[in-house]
């Protein structure tokens, strides 16, 4: 018999939120490690990863639940969320719309779960000459206490420190 | 300031209403302070008066608000209602509080019980209706389980019911004195559990994974995650209660049982075919998973060091299995193998000469049956009785005599004739060839006429003499109710169409002799010149006539007219016209015409041809006419 469960760990479900087609699975899929095949989200709308975050004294496997995107907040199938300890929020960085989206999907979060640490990524900054989201709107957002940052899945940019920020609050 | 002794004693003797206040030591101190302000003041503490209004003064002063506060607090302790209301005011909160203390509940639980019971007593329905909701999904899974684990033995009992093995576990079963099914169920079911989750229910993460030794599986902090998930998309897909969840997955031979407890649940993967037991076995290591870890399960957040000693639980459980057994190879029991081949090629002789006799015996049927069922088609045979009787075969039934010969047919379809007992008796079918056959014999029909069966009934065409028709007309009236019938329609009367003919001969015969005429010169009593060939002609359509008339067999008669023009006497003419009817008479026999058939008679000018008067007239009057009288015109 093997234990597979190691001592000087913790386990955190973290969810990762985004209108549709921000980009949030392909954010993730090189930093995460997986299991389960896309088909997942569009079958039973949820598809479960790891990212396993080193912090100074501890080691946090960060369970992500990468929920179906959906513009429509209302279908969001909100049993995915329960037991959520902290949560992804993905934004297009070229379609204003979703940071809407991304926006109402926090207030939705908050309603239901309580105020929950999360962090806001704000997707494909590669295209910059695209980009309708002005400086000064991120700016304003960090100074209500978020954590938003540009991110970029051809990159990685931002993705790491994502995680380990959102690691670093959940895990205490 | 001048007191007494008395006033002192009543000062010292406390009043029943108002009890705990020293009041000599009072007064004492009162005295003190008096010297304090008066060192001359000198008062014996005997010297207090008994009733000292400023003493009470100084006492309300002092303690008024507190007297108050003491007297409303009495009041309400010592009023039962009152108390009653302030303390239910504040019970909920004192039990709140006091609720962290293990005491409250061994303090509450006899009273609780004891409240239950006579609940339960007074109405037991309250009790049925809180508890509904919990027990009856409850009960609702046991008995399917229940039913489950029946019809699993059943089903593995009927399989095995009648092997070899069958057998071997009968004997067990007898020996050891289990239900048989039992013993099926112990040596079928083969299985293994090869991992077990135990994942919090709440979050999904998971608490505590064991696998077996050989098994392997993806990451298991993944995959339990990934069952929840799956377990809330079924629940959310198809509303399902809260409590319930999946609680078999099965793909090929491996089996998921997810067993939910309050804060765990437990998931176990196993391969091959558990039995239903099983669900009982693991439902009991979570419930003492949950017994002994609860408060930790409860606020489970993830990390999982605290469950260390859980793993035993599962071990347990991932310990338990049913291996296939091995056939025992060294122990081949070679005598039984022996006496069982023995046994087998005995019995195997003994079938092979019974199944040789049955195959011949069976062909024979078949050709028996063949042969009766060939002999049943064949028109005027009429099978009654066709059996075997020991070695025989015995028909018997009603035969035509114009039937086929039913030897013939039942040696053709291969039956033994010497074996053959036949018993026929002889009856008139009335199959339309059988007809046809006998009418062919009795009214033996003439060259011209054929009989024919043409659907179904009997058909004479052709021609035939009157008499032979009324023959068959005849005899078609005598056949038998429901026999075919003799169509004569397509039978010509040859009789009738021949005197047909030889009627339109002589009519027509009749017409050309009437149109003949012999013509004469004037005053001459012999034709003219030329009426030769006239004559001759004339006197073969006259034999011809009369030999007409004789076949017919009815008279004939020419009547020769001679006329003659209006020129000259009457008499004379009357006697030249009969005078050239003579002639003609006489020429006519001359060529062979019988005169028997001739009559003559002298018309004179008194039918002339045309009465114009001119000579070509008077030319064509002279002449001899000829009258064809026949039966037809008498």
């Keep these: ?172 | 300031m001048s007191t007494s002794a008395a006033t002192l004693e009543w000062l010292f003797r406390p009043p029943p209403s108002d009890a705990g206040i020293d009041r000599k030591a009072l007064a004492g101190l009162l005295v003190e302070l008096a010297r304090n302000v008066e060192p001359e003041f000198c008062v014996q503490s005997t010297g207090v008066p008994p009733v000292d209004p400023r003493l009470e003064q100084l006492r309300t002063l002092l303690l008024g608000r507190e007297i108050e506060i003491m007297s409303r607090l009495s009041e309400l302790v010592e009023d039962p209602e009152r108390l009653a209301v302030a303390v239910g005011q504040v019970l909920p909160t004192a039990i709140a509080h006091a609720s962290s203390d293990a005491r409250l509940g061994q303090v509450l639980a006899p009273a609780l019980e004891r409240a239950t019971q006579s609940s339960i007593r007074s109405d037991p329905r309250t009790l049925v209706n809180i508890l509904h909701p919990l027990i009856v999904p409850a009960i609702r899974k046991s008995i399917g389980e229940a039913i489950d684990k029946t019809f699993q033995s059943l089903n593995e009992s009927l399989k095995h019911s009648l092997t070899w093995r069958g057998l071997r576990w009968r004997c067990e079963a007898w020996r050891t004195g289990t239900p048989f099914a039992e013993v099926v169920l112990k040596h079928t079911l083969v299985y293994q559990v090869e991992h077990i989750f135990l994942i919090h229910r709440h979050t999904g993460l998971l608490i505590s994974h064991v696998a077996a030794e050989d098994a392997a599986s993806q990451d298991p902090q993944l995959v339990s995650s990934m069952l929840i998930a799956i377990q809330d998309f079924v629940r959310d897909s198809f509303s399902g209660v809260e409590q319930q969840g999946l609680d078999t997955l099965r793909l090929g031979e491996l089996r998921l049982w997810s067993e939910p407890g309050p804060f765990a649940t437990l998931v176990a993967v196993i391969r091959g075919n558990p039995p239903e037991e099983l669900h009982e076995t693991l439902r009991s290591a979570l419930s003492q998973i949950h017994a002994e870890r609860h408060q930790a399960l409860e606020s489970f957040d993830g990390d999982s060091s605290a469950f260390a000693d859980v793993e035993a639980h599962l071990t347990e459980c991932a310990a338990l299995r049913q291996r296939a057994r091995q056939p025992a190879r060294a122990s081949f029991p070679w005598l039984v193998a022996v006496i069982g081949l023995v046994l087998l090629g005995l019995a195997g002789a003994a079938g092979w000469r019974w199944w040789q006799n049955e195959r011949i015996d069976a062909a024979e049927q078949r050709r028996w049956a063949g042969a009766i069922a060939r002999l049943r088609t064949e028109p005027g045979i009429v099978i009654t009785e066709a059996a075997r009787q020991g070695g025989a075969f015995v028909v018997s039934g009603l035969r035509d005599p114009l039937a086929i010969e039913p030897e013939t047919v039942l040696r053709e379809a291969g039956i033994d004739t010497n074996r053959l007992v036949l018993r026929w008796a002889p009856y008139e079918g009335l199959d339309p060839e059988f007809v046809l056959k006998r009418l062919k014999t009795s009214l033996e029909p003439p060259p011209g006429v054929t009989l024919a069966v043409e659907d179904g009934r009997v058909v004479a065409t052709g021609s035939a003499p009157a008499r032979w028709l009324e023959r068959a007309r005849l005899a078609a009236r005598l056949l038998p109710a429901g026999s075919p019938g003799l169509d004569l329609n397509g039978v010509e009367n040859t009789d009738e169409a021949a005197t047909a003919k030889l009627l339109q001969a002589t009519k027509s015969l009749r017409e050309t002799i009437q149109s003949r005429e012999i013509h004469f010169d004037s005053n001459e009593s012999l034709p003219a010149a030329g009426q030769d060939a006239i004559l001759d002609q004339l006197a073969r359509e006259l034999k011809e006539l009369a030999s007409l008339a004789s076949t017919m067999r009815v008279p004939a008669r020419v009547t020769l007219t001679g006329h003659s023009d209006d020129v000259g006497r009457g008499t004379l003419n009357l006697s030249l016209s009969l005078a050239r009817s003579g002639a003609v008479l006489a020429l006519l026999k001359k060529r062979g015409v019988d005169p028997d058939l001739l009559s003559v008679r002298g018309a004179g000018p008194l039918e002339p041809l045309n009465a114009e008067g001119s000579v070509t007239a008077r030319s064509a009057n002279r002449r001899v006419s000829f009258t064809v009288g026949t039966e037809e015109q008498q």
Excluded at chain 1, 77 to 90: E, I, P, T, W
């Design chain 1, 1 to 172: 018999m093997t234990a597979t469960v190691q001592n000087a760990t913790v386990q955190k479900k973290i969810c990762v939120l985004g209108g549709f087609g921000v980009g949030k699975t392909s954010l993730v899929k090189r930093y995460v490690q997986s299991i389960f095949s896309e088909t997942y989200l569009t079958t039973v709308g949820v598809k479960i990863d790891k990212k396993t975050v080193n912090l100074s004294d501890r080691i946090v496997h960060l369970i992500l639940w990468d929920v179906a995107g959906e513009d429509d907040i209302s279908s969001l199938r909100m049993s995915y969320l329960r037991g959520s300890a902290g949560y992804v929020l993905v934004a297009d960085g070229t379609r204003r719309s979703t940071l809407e989206v991304a926006l109402s999907l926090r207030q939705r979060v908050s309603a239901d779960c309580g105020p929950l640490p999360f962090v806001l990524l704000l997707n494909k900054n590669d295209l910059k000459e695209q980009w309708a989201i002005r400086d000064a709107e991120l700016d304003d957002l960090r100074q209500n206490g978020w954590w938003a940052r540009s991110s970029s899945a051809r990159t990685g940019e931002g993705v790491e420190d994502a995680f380990k920020d959102l690691a670093a609050r959940v895990a205490h």
